[in-house]
């Protein structure tokens, strides 16, 4: 397909506001997510598949390049298959803490009070994989190249995590390293790439998170 294929239709749905109820948003916005804190200590209790199916769908709408969308998001309520990808995110967590991470790195880590048990990844009722993809099939079968996958990835990431926040499941970003283990227990192709485990559920009713501070504005930003 060339540029001058393009087709354009009028911009739907954008909305406009004024700029004092921008800023009331913006900060609702921001006092809302704020709240968000990655959780460790999950409940079994049930989460509907339809809560998880319209935060994919909101996911699935991040910007991607030449939007061609390249992820894959494989949601695992099996109790059987979480079992097998608990026993091998161990497997390589406890090579990672025994030895293949360097002193550094288990430094920062310390804070977070992390270690190779993982029975998170048996107890929450859902664990989202997502996959980047470095190749898209077309609707007429051929096969392209996919651009800035882990951008695009990543922001679809970013999404999914706010809008289960915003719906009220807990999350954590767990990367087990390295993931391959991924694609032969959920019989992916090699065109798609682990990219993170989201695991998701309620958080138990004794959930404790590390006492850490985010950064203040003159540390993440600058105004030029
Ligand atoms: N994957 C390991 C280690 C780990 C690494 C980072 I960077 C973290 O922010 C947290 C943990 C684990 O999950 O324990």
């Known amino acids: 397909m060339k540029t001058t294929d393009a087709r354009f239709i009028p911009l739907p ?3 406009e506001y004024p700029p004092a109820e921008m800023l009331e948003r913006a900060r609702a916005f921001n006092l809302d997510i704020q709240r968000r804190r990655t959780v460790r200590e999950f409940s079994d209790r049930a989460v509907p ?3 998880i199916e319209q935060c994919l769908l909101a996911a699935g709408s991040a910007p991607s390049g030449a939007a061609l969308q390249p992820w894959q998001f494989v949601v695992v309520g099996d109790p059987a298959v979480k079992s097998r990808i608990r026993s091998e995110a161990e497997k390589e967590e406890r090579a990672f803490y025994n030895g293949r991470a360097p002193q550094e790195w288990l430094d920062a880590l310390a804070p977070l009070g992390t270690d190779e048990h993982k029975p998170f990844l048996e107890i929450a009722p859902w664990l989202i994989v997502i996959f980047e993809k470095t190749h898209s ?8 190249k996919n651009y800035y996958v882990g951008q695009s ?4 990431c970013g ?9 009220g499941v807990a999350t954590l970003t767990h990367t087990p390293s390295p993931m391959g283990f991924l694609n032969t227990i959920l019989r992916r192709p090699k065109i798609e790439r682990p990219f993170l485990l989201l695991v998701a559920g309620y958080p138990a009713p004794d959930a404790r998170v590390p006492d850490i501070k985010r950064k203040p504005l003159d540390k993440i930003a600058t105004f030029v």
């Open 153 to 156: 990835t990543g922001i679809a």
């Open 13 to 15: 749905g954008y909305r």
């Open 159 to 167: 999404m999914l995590i706010a809008a289960l926040h915003a719906t």
């Open 137 to 144: 099939e077309l609707d007429d079968g051929r096969r392209v």
């Open 49 to 51: 598949r339809e809560v």
